[in-house]
Structure formats: C-alpha cells, structure tokens
C-alpha cells in the first residue's frame, strides 16, 4: 500500500472519530441527581473489585513463578505463558481499536460517513446516493425494533441449533443461547445499486453495502460456563432480490435477502469464556459463526421472506441453481518460502482453499515444496445472475501456529460462463511472486435425459469419482399424520435427507404431527440411474424414527421434464396415513459452448510460434478422436498464457474436451520384432505413452524388458525401472517401478501418470533408466541401460504409442 493511501486511511480514522465524538452528545441522555449518585456508587464498587482482582492476580503470578521453582521445572513453563499472554494483549488492543471506529461509524450521521470512507466506495456509488442511503438508514432505523425480534427468532431456532453442532465436533457441548439483546444500533447502508439490466421483468434486484456494528448484548451457556457477545460486527455486499412482482398489494410476493460472499465477521468474548479469547481458539469461533452465517444466507443460501399469502413457498424457497462450476486446480509455481529451517528461509507445504460463494474446498497439504502439484478437483453450484466471484487462497500449513498466507486469486465465474472452458495460469495478489494453474469449465443443465450418457462417460474417462453428472433440487415442503414418539406429547420432528455422501438437515419444528418446513436443498449426483433420495423423520427429543422414504432417482428421470411438484408420498414405518410432501428436480450436466465471438488475450506467451502451432495440433488431433463427448465444447485453440492478471476477466481458451485413453487399450504388449539386445546389446523396453488434454495428464506404461545381458550366470540381476521428467530431473518426478527378482525378461505392466500441462509437454523427454539392485549391493554401478523418449511426437495425443526402445549405455549421447 502506498504512502498516500496510509495517510488517507489515516485522516479518513480521525474523520470517523471526529463523527463520533460529535454524535455521542445526541445519543447520550443527560443524567438525574438520582441516576449520578447510583453511577458514583457503581463507581466505587468497580473500584473495589477491580482492586481485589488486581491483587489476586499478582498472588497468583508470584504462587506459579515459586511453584515451578520449587519444583525445578524448566524456565519454558514460565516464557509460554507469557508468549501468549503478549500475543493476547497485542491481539485485543488491534480488535479494540478496529471495533471502536466501527462503532463510531455506526453511530455517525451518513453524509460524515459517506465522505470519511469515500476511497473505499464501490465504483458505482455517487454523491447523489449519499441522500438515497440517509432515506433508506433512516427507515432501517424506524423498523428495526420489529426486525429485531424477527432477528431473535432466528437467531434462536436457526443459528442455535446449528452452533450446537458445530461446538460438539471440539468436544463443546450444551450450548445454549439464554439473553438475546440486539441493541438499538440499526445496520447501515453505505451504499445502493439498483439493477435495470439484464434482469427479468417479474423482479427487482438490488445491492446494499451493509455495516452492522451492533450494541448487542448476548449470553449464552456453554458446558456449564456462562459468557457473552459483545460489540458484534458484521460486513458485507447484501443483495435483496423482490419477486415475483403481483397486482395486489404489497405488490411483491417474497424477497430472498443474501450476501454475495462470506461477508467480515467480529465480536468480543466476555464472561469466563473469554479466556478463549486468544489466538487460535478465537477463530474456532469465529469460523464457526461464519460458517452458520453462510449456511442461512451467503450464496447459493438465501434467506426468503414470504409477503403474501398467494405466493406458493416452492416459487420462492426452492433453490434456483443456473449451473455448475467444474473446477481443477492443477498446480502452482515459485510460491513464497515461509518455512524457516536451520540454514534459513526452506520451503513451503502448501494447500489451497476455493471459495465459491460459501461453498468451500480445500486441497491436500504438499509438504516442503514451492512448485506444487495438487491435481485436485471439486464442483461447486452457481446463481450466475448473482455475478458471483471464484476465489482461490494458498496458505502455508503449520503445525505449531496460524497457517501462512501465500497469495490470492480470483476470477469472475461470468467470463468462464462466456467461454465455457478456462486453462489458464493466474498471477498471485498480495504475494510478493507465485501462481497457480486452474482448470475452470462451465456447465449447464439439461433437462434432456438422453445428456445423461455422454455426461457419464465423460466423468468415467476424467477418472475422478467426486465428480457428478447431474443435479438435484429438492424442497421439503411438510408432513402429516406423523406418530407420537413419546405418550400423551406430539414429537418434536426434523428431517435428514441424504443423496450419496451428503446430508442436509431441516429446522425441527416443536410438539406437531403435521411440521412445516418449507426448506430447500440442492445435491450433485453422480449417476442419477443408480442414486436414490433417502429421508428420514426425525424426533428431536427422543432421537426416535418417525418415518423414512427411498426415493430412486431413475423414477424422476422417466417423468416430464425430471420434475415433480408438490407431490405427496407415503411414508414407510409411520402408519397408513403419514405422508410428506415434496418438489424435486432432476437436471442433467452438459459442457456450455462458447458463446464469445472473440477469446480476448490475458497475457504474454513465452513459448515460440512453433511451439504454440503444435500445441493446437495435438489439441486438434485429440479432440478429432473424441468418443462420446458434447458437441458444445469450444473448438478454437489458444497459447497457454505463462502470466494472467488475476482480475476479474479470464481469457485462456481450453482445448476441447477429450475422454481418458481406457486401461484396457493402454495395457497392451507386442512382441518384440528382434530376439537382439537392441543397438547397444543392454536389452529393450517397451512402453505406452498417451497424453490426456482433458486431465492435463501424461500416462506412461512400463510393459516389460526383453533380452536384458547375463554376463554371470551366478549373479542374475534384479532390474527395475526408474523413470524422470527432462528437463530438470526433479525428485517430484521420480517414479519407480517394483524389482523382479533373477530376472532377464522382467514384466512390470505398471502404470505412471504425470500433471503436465500441453505447453509444458512439448520440449519435454521421459528419461527411462534400468538399473538392478545387485549391482548396487555389489558396489558396482547400478545402471543397466537408458532411453530418453521426447514427448512432441503427435502420436503420444492420439491413440497412445506403443513401442519397443533400444536401451543405451549411461554415458552415451
């Protein structure tokens, strides 16, 4: 950051402080002789036990420093109290002042405001819409006393169930909201955008940059502890979606409330629970706030909110993805060195986190490496009207701390929808160098059941069992007639619904037989015909079943259009007449096209013009062999950028799909057309090599060795294969076949694969090294033979190339 935006940050705290101290006359009453004496005596009461505490503590700082003297304990007893005890006191003097000019800038007037933080505006924000906010704060201020009991209510029977949760995986358990006081600061709107474009006629969309940096007073029980919430504070980009539009008053049927991202969430701990106010166990709590926050109402969650009685809840509850993010994150490069070793700055081990809304995914940890490769893949559900933004953090794992930030990147998910497919390497941001290699394709959904075959075959040939062919929507409407779990009381019902691996879970609804849910859900599929819907109702109190139902979801492909709507069915083991009542909708996943005329450039390509032509031709060739794969995929080819800006736009056109190259056609021997050692009499190897666009990978197979020299035969050798990428011979690259004991004609039939990408491909060779262990053992070198095999032949993107290689010398050129 820049000098000039410290001192404008700087003067922009003095201005908010300034607007505080000039509006705490307005918000403060004046005192009564009464009210004076009773603050004087509280006063002094504070005094007196501030005075015992300060006592007490230094008795118990001089008892602990003697008891491990007397006990002889080393002096890291005492240093590591007082490590955390500093970080601590650092950690609170930085929230406290960022919660003081919070506060300060809750209670300042708009136009103050507005002018104090006007370098931070989002770009569409203009003086005339300093009224338009004081217009709209000032209805926020009016009905907020109403909001806040609506806010009670779900904070209470939504979030407090969820944290319950939440804590029982620590081990925390019994948690328990008992005062809920939401204070009189209302939120406020820094900002308002209106949407006129692109948007349907039937809606109004809005955005509202929100502030909330309440004077709440919240206490909870927690495992027999009682503590509290104070000074919470919450930011972030809300959008307010009003629709459908009616020709009856209130004019608009429902609104779905939601933040884009996960929005800046802060608080402060009071009571005995705030000695977990403290690095590390701090953000267990606020991770978990967040999450819960995100669970009700950070993309694709949105909070609905019924205004007239006509609405169906179906029309607005029931999630409304428009498609799928397929996302690879391949690798990354030159990533900064945070681990600190004995001989200086080492390595990194580092992971990846995508962020998609509040959809998140992390990657596998790669230990001491700044060139990782994580082939990681992941798919994520998107409202792309919602313009929502693809985050991907590295961060550096450490055992004994706060993991390391190693940079960021991010890309707007409407540039990939536009292209259907982005390759591309992205430039870190606040990194000081580093980048990473993503994969992004865009999906749609069909609602043609005969998408169904090509969406499997091509997640059979990407070889990846996370990935889905189709998507469920599903809406918990009711039930009726459910049994009693307990004499004389009516349950307490919730319901759990599971597709595959994943499991959602309604709100339970108090002492009824007949609960209302109205919650929606979505699930990604990974083989519709075989997959089915499994519910089960729940009682709260007991734990008791109340009823279940399999749903197969081969049923909802043979109906009109995959959907049924507001359907009932019979539940199983709850009685004759129990019923529930649902919606669901079947979508297929198929590859969007390319909907651009034009693939605009994102940057420079270092890689020559020979280079770039061979990459197209190997794309080109593979797509031509496709089996089964969409129509849809985009045709143009494009140079791999070696560096993109990580903004918004993204512009690297990907190969089309191209399915895997099958086990069974790879793993194919011929017999050698020689009975001869080869050229140089050390034997030959015959291998299988195939590059695979669509995973970015290279798959080499060592099938078997012929004709390998016995020079004694009291000493037979054990070969083995070693095989390493050109150039570089990193040890990343190493793979290792298994040793076939006293053997001249060893078979192996074992498979290798590399991430590498198709730019990286070409100029690259696969070393192939056959040594035995009993040269080694024997002290002799070990090396039998060797071939290098350059991999821009355009056979290795076809059909695979099968091929006996001569074994040469160690030291031949």
């Not at 693939?599 to 270092?606: K, L």
Request: hydrophobic share 40%; glycine share 6%.
């Amino acid at each position: 950051m820049s000098e000039s935006e410290d001192l404008l940050r700087t003067e922009d705290t003095e201005i908010v402080a300034e607007a505080a101290e000039e509006a705490m006359p307005i918000v403060s009453k004046e005192k009564t002789p009464d009210e004076a004496d009773s603050a004087v005596a509280k006063t002094g009461d504070k005094g007196i036990f501030s005075l015992i505490f300060t006592v007490a503590k230094r008795v118990a700082v001089v008892s602990v420093i003697y008891f491990v003297g007397y006990m002889g304990w080393s002096v890291a007893w005492l240093i590591a109290p007082v490590i955390l005890s500093v970080a601590r006191t650092e950690m609170r003097k930085k929230t406290d002042l960022r919660r003081s000019i919070a506060k300060a800038s809750a209670i300042a007037t708009e136009r103050e405001m507005i002018l104090a933080r006007i370098d931070e505006l989002p770009a569409w924000v203009y003086f005339p819409d300093i009224e338009r906010c004081e217009w709209v704060n000032r209805i926020l201020k009016q009905v907020w006393p109403n909001a806040n009991h609506y806010a009670k209510s779900l904070i209470k029977n939504t979030i407090e169930p969820n944290v319950q949760k939440a804590l029982a995986n620590y081990k925390l358990n019994s948690f328990k909201f008992d005062r809920m006081i939401l204070g009189t600061i209302p939120p406020r709107i820094g900002g308002v955008k209106v949407y006129d474009k692109n948007i349907s006629r039937n809606e109004i969309i809005m955005d509202l940059d929100l502030f909330y940096a309440s004077d709440c007073d919240i206490n909870f029980n927690l495992g027999g502890m009682k503590g509290g919430i104070k000074d919470f504070q919450i930011h972030g980009m809300v959008r307010v979606v009003m629709k459908p539009l009616i020709n009856k008053m209130p004019l608009v049927g429902g609104l779905q409330i939601f933040f884009l991202n996960n929005p800046n969430i802060d608080f402060n701990l009071v009571g005995v629970v705030d000695l977990l106010d403290m690095p590390g166990l701090n953000d267990m709590l606020r991770r978990i706030i967040i999450e819960q926050v995100g669970a009700i109402m950070v993309l694709p969650n949105k909070l609905p909110i019924k205004l007239s009685d006509e609405l169906p809840a179906v029309t607005l509850k029931m999630p409304e993805p428009e498609g799928v993010l397929r996302v690879h994150v391949m690798e990354a490069k030159d990533l900064m060195k945070k681990d600190i070793s004995v001989l200086g700055k080492g390595k990194s081990d580092p992971y990846a986190i995508v962020t998609v809304g509040a959809q998140q995914f992390r990657t596998q940890i790669i230990d001491n490496n700044v060139n990782p490769k994580w082939d990681f893949w992941c798919e994520a559900c998107i409202d792309v009207s919602h313009h929502t933004v693809f985050g991907v953090k590295l961060f550096d794992w450490d055992r004994t701390g706060e993991h390391d930030p190693l940079g960021r990147a991010t890309v707007e998910i409407t540039s990939v929808v536009k292209k259907g497919q982005v390759d591309t390497w992205l430039t870190l941001e606040n990194a000081k160098h580093g980048m990473v290699h993503l994969r992004l394709a865009w999906m749609t959904l069909s609602t043609d059941r005969n998408d169904l075959s090509a969406a499997l075959v091509e997640t059979q040939l990407l070889r990846v069992t996370s990935m889905s062919t189709a998507l469920l929507t599903i809406f918990i409407d009711s039930a009726k007639n459910l049994p009693q779990a307990r004499p004389q009381s009516k349950p307490d019902p919730f319901l759990m619904v599971n597709v595959g691996k994943k499991q959602e879970q309604t709100a339970a609804q108090m002492r009824t037989d007949a609960p209302v849910w109205e919650q929606g859900f979505t699930f990604l599929v990974s083989n519709p015909e075989n997959d089915s819907v499994q519910l089960r109702i729940m009682d709260q109190k007991t734990e008791k079943e109340l009823g279940k139902l399999a749903y197969p979801l081969s049923s909802l492909l043979a109906k009109a259009n995959m959907d049924v709507i507001s359907e009932p069915f019979n539940l199983q083991k709850s009685g004759p007449i129990a019923k529930i009542i649902l919606s669901m909708s079947l979508r297929i996943l198929r590859n969007a096209p390319n909907t651009e005329d034009e693939v605009e450039s994102t940057g420079s390509d270092d890689l020559s013009h020979t280079n770039s032509v061979k990459s197209a031709q190997l794309s080109k060739q593979d797509s031509r062999l496709s089996v089964g794969t969409s129509g849809d995929a985009p045709s143009s080819v494009q140079e791999e950028p070696s560096a993109v800006s990580s903004t918004a736009t993204v512009s690297s056109a990907t190969p089309p799909a191209t399915p895997e190259y099958r086990e069974s056609t790879l793993i194919h021997r011929t017999a050698s057309t020689t009975s001869s050692g080869g050229v140089a009499g050390l034997g030959r190897i015959q291998l299988t090599l195939r590059y695979s666009v669509t995973r970015q990978r290279l798959i080499v197979i060592v099938h078997k060795i012929m004709n390998i020299p016995l020079k004694d035969p009291s000493n037979i050798p054990d070969p083995y294969v070693k095989l390493y990428l050109l150039p570089g011979r990193s040890k990343e690259s190493k793979r290792k076949t298994t040793v076939a004991k006293d053997n001249c004609n060893p078979v192996y039939d074992a498979t290798f694969e590399y991430i590498i990408s198709t730019a990286e491909l070409i100029g690259s060779e696969l070393e192939v090294t056959v040594a035995t262990q009993k040269g080694f053992l024997s002290g002799g070198s070990p090396v039998i033979g060797l071939v290098r095999v350059p991999l821009n032949d355009s056979e290795i993107s076809q059909q695979g190339s099968t091929s006996w290689h001569d074994l040469l010398p160690e030291n031949y050129e």
